[in-house]
């Protein structure tokens, strides 16, 4: 979604706050002693067993997603008060909560987090209230922010970059921020779609800032796939449209009079933006009075732009006197809420009600473990900006076309009013597949008419630069199958001859890991041998076209674990055999290629739903129903590829 976005309101949604899980868990600090057995004092069950693991307690928790998983950066563990690492690779959170894989040391005790801050300098642990406070994922490239005592005993907030996020805790610092920057809360954008960035070309970082104990600030620096960023190209926004290379010239977005955890996410569909943090006011020794844990919120700000939030109301998401009355999970005296940390990841927008659920951490201190929680805000958004609300302008799209000779040809369409960019050329010898999926993000699976899957990353699939992984091969045996199609995230479904579904994931569909981050196959399905097309949009939403035209609708609710349990199927559109190529493209939106050449554009706007209730049923050559919009054409003298693929967005 473009910029020209104006936030009319923001509401929460009553009652709409649950605690999900402890996700961390085995003993607390204060009261003392371990929750009883497996579950927790409201009978949730315990997702991870973390004392087994050296930590008896933890709060904090920054995270960010990286080759297919999310990685958490907790903060202090007593009682040495380092900060423990940790992945999930879950695609839902519920109803249990989040496994966690904790990055160990050979003695089953958790390895801290560590800086290395100069190359042959040995790495370390950063102590009590030095934590890491915002991570991004950036060109395969894992970045933290963390504040730490440097080798010379000054405090400091600095970046560090990942030396092997999945094995080592230890990151090499980039350079110091700040003291504006004492907490961060990062998030890439790519330039061109923010109108008033200070440069339009290529991908960037937002960075939002707390000083620890006056305001929160806002920055901006580029990001290259070639280098690590500078901080000579951090740009702070000075206000009115400005932005300056001087930090001291850097406007508060809004006062406070504590510290406090930041977090910032967008909802996609929508493309506003959304800042956590909490309001309890903190003693320079982290104590609070009774008074302040009890009545200490956490709050969320949304608005159009991330300057915009200088302006935007508080949301309180989290209130412990109207969510946690009892003390159950927020003992008082003494416990208050801090460390909301966004969970991007599982963030789901409806469109219909205007409600985006959001998970997140919370720290209540007494306990000393992290909580997963879970509320709802309605957002009234008015677009205001050149573009409009109907095709081809939701977001930018990716196609890939394999030409009569095997070439694999690159496309990006960006919005209604940009023309295509490409073809270009990134790669040769694909024609020698006879199937080819998108595996989730920009991974592709190829599969060779003996049945090898190989696995494909294309790097440069933003700028169409012919840059890749792989292949790798992922797995054998996959020649037999009548259709095969992609449910994102590494979930693959294959049709067998008799109509039986069957159910895979590959959770190493990020980086490429092989036979070991399988699961399945488990089968989900009977009866989809009769359909011409059949292709998934991710989360479980699936359409399949029949002989005579018919598009149907199909949620495998039971997608993130392979489950038996579906909810349709729901007849949503006609006329879709005119269509030789069908391909999804995520959030709704399809892409049909007639033989002809000609290609349409398609927006399913109930695709989470199926059908609304009162709506009728679209055709192609008829003015459209109010759940869609399109058809429109996009394209023409298609007609000569052998394949059209599109990228999946993960979740």
């Known amino acids: 979604m473009p910029d020209g976005i104006v936030v009319e309101s923001a509401e929460y949604v009553p009652a709409s706050t649950r605690r999900i899980a402890s996700l961390t868990a085995g003993a607390t600090i204060d009261p003392p002693g371990p929750w009883p057995g497996d579950t927790d004092v ?11 693991w050296g930590v008896p307690g ?6 960010t997603d990286h ?19 940790a992945y999930a690779t879950d695609g839902y959170p519920e109803p249990t909560g989040i496994r966690l894989t904790p990055l160990l040391r050979p003695d089953g005790h958790f ?6 801050f100069a190359a042959g300098a040995p790495a370390r642990a950063p102590g009590r209230d030095q934590t890491p406070t915002g991570a991004f994922s950036y060109r395969g490239r894992l970045y933290v922010f963390a504040t730490a005592n440097a080798p010379d005993g000054h405090y400091g907030s600095f970046l560090t970059r990942a030396v092997d996020p999945s094995r080592s805790p230890v990151y090499d610092k980039l350079f110091e921020l700040h003291p504006k920057f004492s907490q961060v809360a990062p998030c890439c954008v790519q330039n061109s779609t923010i109108e008033g960035l200070p440069s339009s070309e290529g991908d960037g970082l937002i960075m939002f800032g707390d000083d620890h104990f006056l305001g929160v600030y806002l920055a901006w620096m580029p990001l290259f796939a070639d280098r690590d960023p500078s901080p000579t190209e951090i740009r702070y926004w000075a206000g009115g449209g400005q932005w300056s290379t001087d930090a001291d010239s850097a ?5 406070k009079s504590t510290w406090t955890s930041i977090s910032t996410g967008r909802v996609k569909e929508l493309g506003v933006w959304m800042l956590l943090n909490q309001t309890a006011v903190v003693s320079p020794d982290n104590s609070v009075t009774a008074a302040e844990g009890a009545r200490g919120r956490i709050v969320a700000r949304i608005a159009g732009t991330p300057w915009d939030i200088a302006h935007a109301s508080e949301v309180v998401i989290f209130d412990p006197q109207r969510d946690d009355p009892e003390g159950h999970y927020l003992v008082r005296p003494g416990g208050f809420a801090y460390g909301g940390y966004l969970l991007n990841r599982y963030t789901r927008w409806e469109d219909k009600t205007q409600i985006v659920t959001i998970w997140y951490l919370l720290s209540p201190f007494k306990p000393y473990q992290v909580q997963l929680m879970r509320s709802q805000i309605r957002v ?4 205001i900006g050149t573009f409009g609300r109907t095709p081809p302008d939701y977001r930018p799209f990716w196609l890939y076309a394999v030409t009569g000779g095997g070439d694999l040809m690159w496309y990006r369409k960006e919005s209604s009013s940009a023309s295509w960019q490409g073809p270009v050329k990134v790669g040769t010898g694909w024609g020698s597949f006879k199937t080819i999926v998108p595996a989730g993000g920009n991974s592709l699976y190829g599969i060779t008419p003996d049945g090898v899957l190989k696995w494909y990353r294309h790097d440069g699939f933003n700028d169409g630069s012919p840059t890749w992984h792989g292949p790798v091969d992922v797995g054998t045996g996959w020649q037999d199958f009548t259709k095969v199609f992609s449910g994102s995230d590494g979930i693959l479904y294959a049709i067998q001859a008799d109509g039986t579904l069957l159910w895979y994931r590959h959770y190493g569909f990020a980086d490429g890991d092989g036979a070991n981050t399988w699961d399945g196959p488990k089968t989900v399905g009977s009866g989809w041998s009769g359909f011409t097309h059949v292709f998934s949009m991710g989360r479980g939403i699936i359409y399949a076209v029949a002989p005579d035209g018919t598009l149907f609708w199909y949620h495998h609710q039971g997608f993130a674990t392979g489950a038996p349990s579906w909810s349709g199927p729901q007849d949503v559109a006609s006329g879709w055999n005119v269509f030789r190529d069908i391909v999804p493209v995520g959030n709704g939106i399809i892409i049909g290629a007639k033989p002809d050449g000609t290609v349409f554009w398609h927006k399913h706007l109930d695709y989470e739903i199926g059908r609304t209730v009162g709506r009728g049923r679209s055709r192609l050559d008829v003015p459209i129903a109010a759940h869609w919009d399109g058809p429109v054409q996009i394209a023409n003298g298609w007609q000569g590829w052998r394949a059209i693929i599109g990228l999946l967005p993960t979740t």
């Open 67 to 85: 080759d297919g998983k999310l990685f958490f950066f907790f903060g202090d563990v007593p009682p040495e008060n380092y900060d423990l690492v």
């Open 251 to 255: 406007q508060r977005l809004f006062s």
């Open 58 to 63: 933890v709060d904090l928790g920054a995270n």
């Open 111 to 116: 390895d801290p987090f560590q800086i290395r």
């Open 380 to 383: 009234r958004a008015q677009f």
């Open 42 to 52: 409201e009978g949730l069950a315990h997702p991870n067993n973390t004392l087994a």
